[in-house]
Structures are given as structure tokens and as C-alpha cells.
């Protein structure tokens, strides 16, 4: 019983710390998506995304940017789920459905 008991508990406050940590990752992309030009294009060739990735316990993030900053911004997210996300590892989180897009185009000068 007292097991069963510290293990609800335990649950609890992973999923609670977890939630945290997908909040400071949303709010750190937030920060780097206005320190980075991330979606300004020209032509359609110069944007990629719309690839669905788990990461820091969310089961499809998608990011759509410009090619010459999209590896960049993906590498900065990972560096930051692997110091910060280790509480989403095995989480079991709702999964996401992949969503069905069109290939990354350009629009009136923005990656879409």
C-alpha cells in the first residue's frame, strides 16, 4: 500500500515538472524565434519544415523556417530539451497526429 502510494505521488510530481519544462521550452522557442529571421524567404526553395518531432515531451512539434536558420534553431531546441527535458523522457504524453501538410512554401516574403 505505502508503495502504491509513493509511486502516485511520484507520478504526480513528474508529470507537474515535466509540464514545466514544455513550458520553458515553448518560451524559449518563443525567445528564439524573435532573435532569429527564421522565416523570411524569397523563393519557395529556401524554406523547409513542417516535419513532426517528439521532443521535451511533446509528440509532434513542427517547425517551419528558412533553410539557412532551420538546422540552427533545431540544434539550439535539442540542446535545450537535453538540459532541461529530462523529466518528459518516458512521459507518457498524448500523442499528436502527424499533421498532413503541403511541403514549406513562400508567401509574400515568409516561409509557410
Excluded at 39 to 64: A, M, P
Excluded at 68 to 76: E, K, R, V
Excluded at 98 to 110: H, N
Amino acid at each position: 500500500m505505502l508503495f502504491l502510494i509513493f509511486t502516485a505521488c511520484f507520478g504526480t510530481k513528474s508529470t507537474e515538472v515535466c509540464h514545466q519544462a514544455r513550458d520553458d521550452f515553448y518560451e524559449y522557442f518563443q525567445s528564439l524565434k524573435e532573435d532569429v529571421d527564421y522565416k523570411s524567404c524569397s523563393t519557395s526553395e529556401e524554406c523547409d519544415g513542417g516535419y513532426c518531432n517528439d521532443i521535451c515531451g511533446i509528440s509532434c512539434f513542427s517547425l517551419t523556417a528558412n533553410t539557412a536558420n532551420y538546422d540552427l534553431i533545431y540544434d539550439q531546441l535539442r540542446q535545450f530539451a537535453d538540459e532541461n527535458c529530462k523529466a518528459c523522457i518516458g512521459y507518457e504524453y498524448e500523442i499528436y497526429p502527424e499533421p498532413e501538410t503541403e511541403p514549406a512554401w513562400c508567401e509574400e516574403g515568409e516561409c509557410q
